[in-house]
């Protein structure tokens, strides 16, 4: 019997021969030994929030999302342990409720943290690494159906491969996160000039803790996101303002404008300068797990690429000319974040202080075009590509961007040496 698939942008589709939905470490241990006996292949779903065709199998697909929740708590370190299938949004609550908060986040709380963490996910702000460099443990049962644990301290190679793994070591169960006690964010979003903006990059990025900006294309118009931690302030009640502009401007108008650049793509100019003249100034006061994330009701396909902070500038100002020279049928704003360096061997900020730049593409709109020109451009200045994101890469190419390259595959042939967690796209990628 056929399941077919979809992952959230619908872009990829898929047809696995069953979907299975363990609620237990035994369970799921399992899974792998009968697809193991069977020499059958098993790819991991959590939300389908990736771009690229990550969980695509023909065979077994394991869903957790029945393996959801926080497993223990210590307060006094302000550690939490949880199941890998938790999704974003009810860790969020689950942490809070212990008095406990991420330390950063990205801008979606819909995935899992086990799917977050295998792709690199990352928020903004100079001083935080992506959403993996929050771990001190994790458990994942191997291709050989053994129960694995590691940690800063225990297996620590093994460790800094399984942080961001691509779900190629096993299936992650157990994820332990470094938290901090529950704090408020105040969040400012504002419509600036873009000049203003790339002038005084350093300033910003330095004097708040997160700092974000999208631009508006054929426009002068940035939108700034700004968030602070602010200590005694209450939380502010959602008002109608902010309900109007962050729900339904952001989704249900700007879908209307996205249907018309579709159909009409001569209005694809029009469409972002009335997005860009309806940015609205918001600020709120709110627990940082609300703050963080945005809902996105409006369906695109993405392009992020990791490049050196040092070359953002230059970067930018070549997509700047790319999408002003209209050879492309697209009018979504662009998306400009910043992270810290870390030491964990397939992360896109291996190694370096981090941009990332994400370029979207509405749903039903021709994209590859418009992609490949970008990929151009990010790698002409060592861009390596968020691995949720779509990308063109070979092995050949990972081989050269990741000075550990060697190492995760060793690690990976050692845990999964019958290949079960390969499939055809990681097969390229990766060169197996």
Same mark, same amino acid.
């Given at each position: 019997?056929?399941?077919?698939?979809?992952?959230?942008?619908?872009?990829?589709?898929?047809?696995?021969?069953?979907?299975?939905?363990?609620?237990?470490?035994?369970?799921?241990?399992?899974?792998? @030994?009968?697809?193991?006996?069977?020499?059958?292949?098993?790819?991991?779903?959590?939300?389908?929030?990736?771009?690229?065709? #990550?969980?695509?199998?023909?065979?077994?697909?394991?869903? +957790?999302?029945?393996?959801?929740?926080?497993?223990? !708590?210590?307060?006094?370190?302000?550690?939490?342990?949880?199941?890998?299938?938790?999704? #974003?949004? @009810?860790?969020?609550?689950?942490?809070?409720?212990?008095?406990?908060?991420?330390?950063?986040?990205?801008? /979606?709380?819909?995935?899992?943290?086990?799917?977050?963490?295998?792709?690199?996910? =990352?928020?903004?702000?100079?001083?935080?690494?992506? %959403?993996?460099?929050?771990?001190?443990? @994790?458990?994942?049962?191997?291709?050989?159906?053994?129960? %694995?644990?590691?940690?800063?301290?225990?297996?620590?190679?093994?460790?800094?491969?399984?942080? !961001?793994?691509?779900?190629?070591?096993?299936? %992650?169960?157990?994820?332990?996160?470094?938290?901090?006690?529950?704090?408020?964010?105040? +969040?400012?979003?504002?419509?600036?000039?873009?000049?203003?903006? +790339?002038?005084? @990059?350093?300033?910003?990025?330095?004097?708040?803790?997160? $700092?974000?900006?999208?631009?508006?294309?054929?426009?002068?118009?940035?939108?700034?996101?700004?968030?602070?931690?602010?200590?005694?302030?209450?939380?502010?009640? !959602?008002?109608?303002?902010?309900?109007?502009?962050? &729900?339904?401007?952001?989704?249900?108008?700007?879908? !209307?404008?996205?249907?018309?650049?579709?159909? $009409?793509?001569?209005?694809?100019?029009?469409?972002?300068?009335?997005?860009?003249?309806?940015?609205?100034?918001?600020?709120?006061?709110?627990?940082? =797990?609300?703050?963080?994330?945005?809902?996105?009701?409006?369906?695109?396909?993405?392009?992020? &690429?990791?490049?050196?902070?040092?070359?953002?500038?230059?970067?930018?100002?070549? %997509?700047?000319?790319?999408?002003?020279?209209?050879?492309?049928?697209? =009018? $979504?704003?662009?998306?400009?974040?910043?992270?810290?360096?870390?030491? /964990?061997?397939?992360?896109?900020?291996?190694?370096?202080?981090?941009?990332?730049?994400?370029?979207?593409?509405?749903?039903?709109?021709?994209?590859?075009?418009?992609?490949?020109?970008?990929?151009?451009?990010?790698?002409?200045?060592?861009?390596?590509? =968020?691995?949720?994101?779509?990308?063109?890469?070979?092995?050949?190419?990972?081989?050269?961007? &990741?000075?550990?390259?060697?190492?995760?595959?060793?690690?990976?042939?050692?845990?999964?040496?019958?290949?079960?967690?390969?499939?055809?796209?990681?097969?390229?990628?990766?060169?197996?």
């Amino acid at each position: 019997m056929m399941h077919t698939q979809k992952n959230w942008a619908e872009n990829v589709q898929w047809n696995p021969s069953v979907v299975i939905y363990p609620s237990s470490e035994t369970e799921i241990q399992q899974v792998i @030994l009968k697809a193991l006996n069977a020499k059958k292949k098993i790819r991991i779903i959590g939300t389908g929030h990736s771009f690229t065709a #990550l969980c695509a199998t023909n065979e077994v697909l394991v869903s +957790l999302d029945n393996y959801q929740g926080i497993t223990s !708590v210590n307060k006094e370190k302000n550690i939490a342990t949880v199941k890998g299938g938790t999704k #974003l949004r @009810l860790l969020g609550e689950l942490l809070f409720s212990e008095g406990l908060a991420m330390e950063n986040l990205g801008d /979606i709380d819909v995935q899992s943290i086990a799917g977050t963490i295998s792709t690199g996910t =990352h928020g903004t702000g100079v001083n935080f690494g992506t %959403i993996s460099t929050q771990l001190i443990a @994790l458990k994942f049962i191997n291709g050989k159906g053994e129960i %694995i644990s590691c940690s800063k301290t225990e297996n620590e190679s093994l460790f800094k491969a399984a942080q !961001v793994s691509l779900g190629c070591l096993g299936i %992650i169960t157990e994820i332990t996160i470094q938290c901090v006690p529950a704090y408020k964010l105040k +969040l400012q979003n504002k419509k600036e000039k873009l000049n203003d903006v +790339l002038a005084t @990059l350093p300033q910003r990025n330095l004097e708040n803790r997160n $700092f974000e900006f999208y631009w508006i294309p054929y426009t002068d118009t940035a939108w700034t996101k700004t968030s602070n931690i602010v200590e005694n302030s209450e939380p502010d009640k !959602v008002n109608f303002f902010n309900y109007w502009t962050e &729900y339904v401007l952001e989704n249900y108008v700007f879908k !209307v404008f996205c249907e018309l650049a579709r159909v $009409f793509p001569s209005q694809n100019k029009t469409v972002a300068n009335i997005t860009a003249a309806s940015i609205s100034n918001v600020k709120k006061v709110y627990h940082s =797990h609300k703050v963080y994330a945005t809902q996105r009701m409006v369906k695109f396909t993405e392009m992020e &690429y990791n490049i050196p902070t040092e070359a953002y500038q230059d970067v930018f100002k070549d %997509i700047t000319k790319l999408v002003n020279s209209k050879k492309f049928n697209i =009018h $979504f704003p662009i998306e400009s974040r910043w992270v810290k360096g870390d030491d /964990i061997y397939m992360s896109p900020a291996y190694g370096r202080d981090s941009a990332y730049i994400a370029c979207h593409v509405y749903k039903g709109k021709e994209y590859q075009q418009y992609f490949k020109a970008l990929e151009e451009v990010f790698r002409a200045y060592d861009g390596r590509p =968020h691995w949720g994101k779509m990308n063109t890469l070979t092995s050949v190419d990972v081989a050269v961007m &990741y000075p550990k390259y060697e190492t995760f595959m060793e690690h990976r042939k050692e845990q999964d040496p019958n290949n079960v967690f390969v499939n055809t796209y990681i097969e390229k990628l990766l060169g197996i």
